[in-house]
């Protein structure tokens, strides 16, 4: 995963700010709308918007990641 990636999940989480992300799943990628909880070397846990629940990502499955507009 780009340093980038992790330094906006990292900004997101210290700031409350919520995240546009690309996630490639299993099936197909996604655009999801997230709000970071935690996060480790594998993984990021977030409430996503989508879902409307708190949610597990792999790191290595995030394509981009951005600070999104509240």
Known sequence: MPAI???VLK???QNG???IIIYH???EMTQRRIY???MDDESVTA?????KALRHFK?????SAVIAEE
């Open 5 to 7: 990636i992790e330094t």
């Open 11 to 13: 900004q997101a989480l």
């Open 17 to 19: 700010l919520p995240v």
């Open 25 to 27: 799943g299993e099936k």
């Open 36 to 38: 970071v909880r935690g």
């Open 47 to 51: 409430y996503c918007t989508v879902k």
């Open 59 to 63: 790191m290595k499955n995030i394509l």
